[in-house]
């Protein structure tokens, strides 16, 4: 869990820093996206590299290795004396990031060979990795109050230092025993396809359909094709096709994805509305929304019990995505004014969803090889990262839409195109004038809000309806999902123990 909750933190870890490294080393606003964003698009581009290397070399032996960049990264960070050198540490924090989370479920998967066993643990996993998020805003808030910016990334050090000493130890070394070459020819194509897309996705929200963001889908796109061949045809290749002939396993993929849909859109618009339309602080906004969060350590036990306890397995998953809809429906009621209503909706939206990833992804993991574990793993995360991007685009372009044909005509053009505009133009305008721009901006973000909210409704109990119906999430014999190692075979083999 350690490296988890670190990968996850660093997130979010910089929402409140930036100001303080703006005024620190002076980066250019193309500098400060990328500090920003050059994390996730190395993490997103080697997931599915990192995860069949791992399988190849073994987990551990990546988790170390990935644990050591991630910290070195961590102190180059802390100490950048310019904003070039910040970007490429947060490149190298990506990919020590890349190699942690599929490392960190593979080895779940390797340790816990007891069904019930496994799937307490990954339900501990999806609660870790969800709290992480919401921990590193707020952690990156109070460290920037009482020390200085790079302390956002010092706080890694211990933690990893700790890891380095421990895992040796207490984790045991598994890997494949085939000894199968790696396909160097689907690593640059992997990254060809999942860059441009998560780009262009990322950038929509805030930009629109910009042609550029629209040539980088079309490049990601062709890029995914060709992957795609290529994991067909290759002898070995990065992404077997057997993942995808467990029972369950393709099912879980695409309901992973609008999962993260699902939870990323939801913030996308959470955040904005505590901060934009409530007028809280940053940090005050931050500590409102760690409340939510209380519901998603209660959600995946109890999803996991009720499984165990005979519950059908696709009914809990369908059951999720429900209450997750009932999250959304709520923020489809909130006004201006409605904090508790808005809180209470992103609480119980959020543990649907991690009632279903937490069901997902073991049914993932249960249902693909065991020596492909890493593989697996690293293709549900992916799918999670295209997920987020995802839900940010659609609902964001949804939310924005609305946005602008709900604001007056005669409102300054900053205001008519964000919320963040309007309250920088209203601050330009006399008295009045600029409340009423406030006022018009809050009525028509929330108006878009509930717009959103409403296409994710639909979204999410078609998702419930496709649960049911998947005779893959239905109870029935899951590859690699017994008390026992599995005996080796074309497609199952046993992981090689060492240094338990």
Same mark, same amino acid.
């Given at each position: 869990?350690?490296?988890?909750?670190?990968?996850?933190?660093?997130?979010?870890?910089?929402?409140?820093?930036?100001?303080?490294?703006?005024?620190?080393?002076?980066?250019?606003?193309?500098?400060?996206?990328? *500090?920003?964003?050059?994390?996730?698009?190395?993490?997103?581009?080697?997931?599915?590299?990192?995860?069949?290397?791992?399988?190849?070399?073994?987990?551990?032996?990546?988790?170390?290795?990935?644990?050591?960049?991630?910290?070195?990264?961590?102190?180059?960070?802390?100490?950048?004396?310019?904003?070039?050198?910040?970007?490429?540490?947060?490149?190298?924090?990506?990919?020590?990031?890349?190699? &942690?989370?599929?490392?960190?479920?593979?080895?779940?998967?390797?340790?816990?060979?007891?069904?019930?066993?496994?799937?307490?643990?990954?339900?501990?996993?999806?609660?870790?990795?969800?709290?992480?998020?919401?921990?590193?805003?707020?952690?990156?808030?109070?460290?920037?109050?009482?020390?200085?910016?790079?302390?956002?990334?010092?706080?890694?050090?211990?933690?990893?230092?700790?890891?380095?000493?421990?895992?040796?130890?207490? &984790?045991?070394?598994?890997?494949?025993?085939?000894?199968?070459?790696?396909?160097?020819?689907?690593?640059?194509?992997?990254?060809?396809?999942?860059?441009?897309?998560?780009?262009?996705?990322?950038?929509?929200?805030?930009?629109?359909?910009?042609?550029?963001?629209?040539?980088?889908?079309? *490049?990601?796109?062709?890029?995914?094709?060709?992957?795609?061949?290529?994991?067909?045809?290759?002898?070995?290749?990065?992404?077997?096709?057997?993942?995808?002939?467990?029972?369950?396993?393709?099912?879980?993929?695409?309901?992973?994805?609008?999962?993260?849909?699902?939870?990323?859109?939801?913030?996308?618009?959470?955040?904005?509305?505590?901060?934009?339309?409530?007028?809280?602080?940053?940090?005050?906004?931050?500590?409102?929304?760690?409340?939510?969060?209380?519901?998603?350590?209660?959600?995946?036990?109890?999803?996991?019990?009720?499984?165990?306890?005979?519950?059908?397995?696709?009914?809990?998953?369908?059951? $999720?995505?429900?209450?997750?809809?009932?999250?959304?429906?709520?923020?489809?009621?909130?006004?201006?004014?409605?904090?508790?209503?808005?809180?209470?909706?992103?609480?119980?939206?959020?543990?649907?969803?991690?009632?279903?990833?937490?069901?997902?992804?073991?049914?993932?993991?249960?249902?693909?090889?065991?020596?492909?574990?890493?593989?697996?793993?690293? &293709?549900?995360?992916?799918?999670?990262?295209?997920?987020?991007?995802?839900?940010?685009?659609?609902?964001?372009?949804?939310?924005?839409?609305?946005?602008?044909?709900?604001?007056?005509?005669?409102?300054?053009?900053?205001?008519?195109?964000?919320?963040?505009?309007?309250?920088?133009?209203?601050?330009?305008?006399?008295?009045?004038?600029?409340?009423?721009?406030?006022?018009?901006?809050?009525?028509?973000?929330?108006?878009?809000?509930?717009?959103?909210?409403?296409?994710? *409704?639909?979204?999410?109990?078609?998702?419930?309806?496709?649960?049911?119906?998947?005779?893959?999430?239905?109870?029935?014999?899951?590859?690699?999902?017994?008390?026992?190692?599995?005996?080796? $075979?074309?497609?199952?083999?046993?992981?090689?123990?060492?240094?338990?």
């Amino acid at each position: 869990m350690l490296p988890l909750l670190l990968v996850s933190m660093d997130v979010s870890v910089l929402y409140f820093a930036i100001p303080a490294i703006g005024a620190d080393l002076h980066p250019t606003g193309t500098q400060q996206l990328w *500090v920003f964003d050059v994390y996730g698009f190395v993490l997103a581009g080697l997931l599915m590299t990192m995860g069949s290397l791992g399988d190849r070399i073994g987990r551990r032996r990546l988790l170390l290795l990935g644990a050591a960049a991630f910290g070195g990264a961590s102190l180059a960070a802390a100490y950048a004396n310019s904003a070039e050198t910040l970007i490429a540490a947060r490149a190298v924090l990506g990919l020590g990031g890349a190699t &942690l989370m599929p490392s960190t479920m593979a080895l779940v998967r390797e340790m816990f060979r007891d069904a019930g066993e496994r799937a307490r643990a990954i339900g501990i996993w999806s609660g870790v990795m969800t709290g992480g998020i919401a921990l590193g805003s707020v952690l990156s808030g109070l460290l920037v109050e009482h020390f200085w910016w790079g302390s956002v990334f010092l706080v890694n050090l211990p933690v990893m230092v700790l890891l380095l000493v421990l895992a040796p130890v207490l &984790l045991p070394e598994s890997r494949s025993p085939r000894k199968e070459r790696f396909d160097l020819l689907s690593v640059p194509l992997s990254m060809a396809a999942v860059l441009p897309l998560v780009y262009g996705l990322k950038e929509i929200p805030s930009e629109g359909f910009h042609p550029l963001y629209v040539l980088s889908l079309a *490049v990601g796109v062709i890029f995914a094709v060709l992957f795609v061949r290529r994991q067909r045809t290759a002898t070995a290749p990065l992404v077997s096709p057997v993942l995808f002939r467990g029972r369950g396993f393709g099912p879980a993929v695409v309901l992973n994805l609008v999962a993260s849909f699902a939870m990323m859109g939801s913030a996308l618009f959470t955040t904005q509305y505590l901060q934009s339309v409530l007028g809280k602080s940053a940090i005050e906004a931050a500590l409102w929304a760690l409340l939510p969060s209380v519901l998603i350590g209660v959600a995946a036990p109890a999803a996991t019990a009720l499984v165990q306890r005979g519950v059908s397995r696709a009914g809990v998953v369908a059951a $999720g995505f429900v209450v997750a809809a009932g999250g959304y429906g709520l923020l489809a009621l909130a006004g201006t004014h409605s904090l508790w209503t808005v809180l209470a909706g992103a609480g119980v939206l959020a543990s649907g969803i991690v009632t279903v990833m937490s069901q997902l992804t073991d049914l993932a993991l249960a249902s693909a090889p065991v020596e492909r574990a890493g593989s697996a793993s690293s &293709l549900m995360e992916t799918g999670q990262e295209f997920g987020g991007a995802l839900g940010m685009a659609v609902l964001g372009s949804i939310g924005t839409a609305v946005y602008r044909h709900r604001m007056p005509a005669g409102a300054p053009a900053a205001a008519r195109e964000t919320l963040g505009g309007a309250l920088a133009a209203a601050g330009r305008l006399p008295g009045r004038a600029g409340a009423e721009v406030v006022a018009a901006a809050r009525d028509a973000f929330t108006a878009g809000m509930h717009a959103a909210a409403l296409a994710a *409704v639909v979204l999410l109990v078609a998702a419930a309806v496709y649960a049911v119906r998947k005779t893959g999430l239905r109870p029935g014999p899951a590859r690699g999902a017994s008390n026992h190692p599995p005996a080796a $075979g074309p497609d199952t083999a046993e992981t090689a123990p060492s240094g338990r």
